[in-house]
T-cell receptor, first 113, second 116 residues
Framework: AQTVTQSQPEMSVQEAETVTLSCTYD???????LFWYKQPPSRQMILVIR??????QNATENRFSVNFQKAAKSFSLKISDSQLGDAAMYFC??????????FGTGTRLKVLA | EAGVAQSPRYKIIEKRQSVAFWCNPI?????LYWYQQILGQGPKLLIQ????????DSQLPKDRFSAERLKGVDSTLKIQPAKLEDSAVYLC??????????????FGPGTRLTVL
């Protein structure tokens, strides 16, 4: 079975600092995608960043970047220059055409002013 | 472009009552998903529609949950009768199409259900 594990239920970061959220997954498939989704208190889930498993280069979107270690099945999210608006629940998500979306349990990020 | 719409936003019912949720996906999106998000957990897929056909309902508790998307546009999810453990946020999402390749899912704001 495909599983996604987020071992950090909650993280805090000072405004303007950098924080890294961890995610590991388990799969026997070779072709899949990984995502980080953000769910602010209003509950509308928003895609933050995505990584195709066949790409070695780590994805980057402005202040958000990932560290994708395929052999280790690790997919961490780094948020640089944290802002108050980054406070949210962050979900690590695994996707394949066969198994669809598998969500982790989430990490609640608090940004301290 | 308008996002995924859901109603109601909140619903409180007593156990054994029935409840229905409505979702209107982004215009043109062929695929529609219903997720259940229990407090402290990630969303779990309940059912996936491709146009008006069911693609995956393997995790839908069919003895009490039902869903339909009759015209391939909006969808309703029903629970009858509700149990205490059905208390959760029900999220609807849509995407252009799903044929094994990735298409970004766009989520609605969800409906928070409380069963007393």
């Amino acid at each position: 079975a495909q599983t996604v594990t987020q071992s950090q239920p909650e993280m805090s970061v000072q405004e303007a600092e950098t924080v890294t959220l961890s995610c590991t997954y388990d799969t026997s498939e070779s072709d899949y995608y990984l995502f980080w989704y953000k769910q602010p208190p209003s509950r509308q889930m928003i895609l933050v960043i995505r990584q195709e498993a066949y790409k070695q280069q780590n994805a980057t979107e402005n202040r958000f970047s990932v560290n994708f270690q395929k052999a280790a099945k690790s997919f961490s999210l780094k948020i640089s220059d944290s802002q108050l608006g980054d406070a949210a629940m962050y979900f690590c998500v695994w996707f394949s055409g066969t198994y669809k979306y598998i969500f982790g349990t989430g990490t609640r990020l608090k940004v301290l002013a | 472009e308008a996002g995924v719409a859901q109603s109601p936003r909140y619903k409180i019912i007593e156990k054994r009552q029935s409840v229905a949720f409505w979702c209107n996906p982004i215009s043109g999106h062929a695929t529609l998903y219903w997720y259940q998000q229990i407090l402290g957990q990630g969303p779990k897929l309940l059912i996936q529609f491709q146009n008006n056909g069911v693609v995956d309902d393997s995790q839908l508790p069919k003895d009490r949950f039902s869903a339909e998307r009759l015209k391939g546009v909006d969808s309703t999810l029903k629970i009858q009768p509700a149990k205490l453990e059905d208390s959760a946020v029900y999220l609807c999402a849509s995407s252009w199409e799903s044929s094994g390749s990735f298409n970004e899912q766009f989520f609605g704001p969800g409906t928070r259900l409380t069963v007393l």
